[in-house]
């Protein structure tokens, strides 16, 4: 069962910059795409952005597209989100998540996920 451990994230300004980490452990990192999901307070968890196993394909939301980055590193078994410009409506909890069986864009696909780490953008 592969592990998930995340860091970054924080409380910044609105057009402000952050950037996630989340590092895996347990199988073959690269051969698994990696996503991004958040979640803001009373709302559902929704997608953000997926990188495939070799990192030569994304995919983000439209919220998102331009602003945030999704990167890997599987030298490193880690995954990125670089945040910018960042705005009061990207404030939630992000997860990472791995393990997906299915559509990429649907969080109840993915089988592994990290501990949520908060973002909070102020205006």
């Known amino acids: 069962q592969v592990q998930l451990v995340q860091s970054g994230g924080g409380l910044v300004q609105a057009g402000g910059s952050l950037r996630l980490s989340c590092a895996a452990s347990?199988?073959?990192?690269?051969?698994?795409?990696m996503a991004w999901f958040r979640q803001a307070p009373g709302k559902d968890r929704d997608f953000v952005a997926v990188?495939?196993?070799?990192?030569?394909?994304?995919d983000y939301a439209d919220s998102v597209k331009d602003r945030f980055t999704i990167s890997r590193d599987n030298a490193k078994n880690t995954v990125y989100l670089q945040m910018n410009s960042l705005k009061p409506e990207d404030t939630a909890v992000y997860y990472c998540?791995?393990?997906?069986?299915?559509?990429?864009?649907?969080?109840?696909?993915?089988?592994?996920w990290g501990q949520g780490t908060q973002v909070t953008v102020s205006s």
């Open positions: 998540a791995t393990g997906v069986r299915g559509p990429l864009r649907t969080d109840w696909n993915y089988g592994s």
């Open positions: 990188i495939s196993g070799s990192g030569d394909t994304t």
């Open positions: 347990g199988r073959t990192f690269s051969r698994y795409a």
